[in-house]
T-cell receptor, first 114, second 117 residues
């Protein structure tokens, strides 16, 4: 298993454009998380899926953000009408079901909005 | 609401010297505690975690941390650092009542460890 995979690794977009990121979790990991990390800060929780169900969303996830995990495997995070403040590293993590289970992080997608 | 404070944003240290990275958390409920390491342009890698039991937790790469409930601290230590330990270190907390998953984490702002020869 190659771990959590995120694509693309880097994305530069113009303000106002839409962008979509993909996360492939470790196979058979039921739980999937998205985090955002801005410069000089720790990661901030955005949203959490258990299988295909989105169970929690942070207030950071404005109406311009949407995340899906349609078949309970890979997930996408879309940002509409990007703003310069959206520039950040977007991290995905996955974990199996059960208690005391560790979350494994991908390498992230770095978004730059110009 | 839970919060995590990492008291030092940067810690410079010479190779083979000991290091302590400080972390305090604020929570009224039982928590799980974690330390992650992030190398440049990489994701997060778990160093160690405290779930229950012994308050001294040993992790990878020779790191250890001690959970102190009375001081709400979880400081990270290494007796002798290497150049390769240069990275950013994040302390994190999760609520033990969160369905058993450790993925919904509250992170500190990070401490940049710089090991000099």
């Amino acid at each position: 298993d190659t771990g959590v995979s995120q694509d693309p690794r880097h994305k530069i977009t113009k303000r106002g454009q839409n962008v979509t990121f993909r996360c492939d979790p470790i196979s058979e990991h039921n739980r999937l998380y998205w985090y955002r990390q801005t410069l000089g800060q720790g990661p901030e929780f955005l949203t959490y899926f258990q299988n295909e169900a989105q169970l929690e969303k942070s207030r950071l996830l404005s109406d311009r953000f949407s995340a899906e995990r349609p078949k309970g495997s890979f997930s996408t995070l879309e940002i509409q009408r990007t703003e310069q403040g959206d520039s950040a590293m977007y991290l995905c993590a996955s974990s199996p079901l059960g208690s005391n289970t560790e979350a494994f992080f991908g390498q992230g997608t770095r978004l730059t909005v110009v | 609401a839970q919060s995590v404070t990492q008291l030092d944003s940067q810690v410079p240290v010479f190779e083979e010297a000991p290091v302590e990275l400080r972390c305090n958390y604020s929570s009224s409920v039982s928590v799980y505690l974690f330390w992650y390491v992030q190398y440049p342009n990489q994701g997060l890698q778990l160093l160690l975690k405290y779930l229950s039991g012994s308050t001294l937790v040993k992790g990878i790469n020779g790191f250890e941390a001690e959970f102190n409930k009375s001081q709400t601290s979880f400081h990270l230590r290494k007796p002798s650092v290497h150049i390769s330990d240069t990275a950013e270190y994040f302390c994190a907390v999760s609520d033990t009542n969160y369905g058993g998953s450790q993925g919904n984490l509250i992170f500190g702002k990070g401490t940049k460890l710089s090991v000099k020869p």
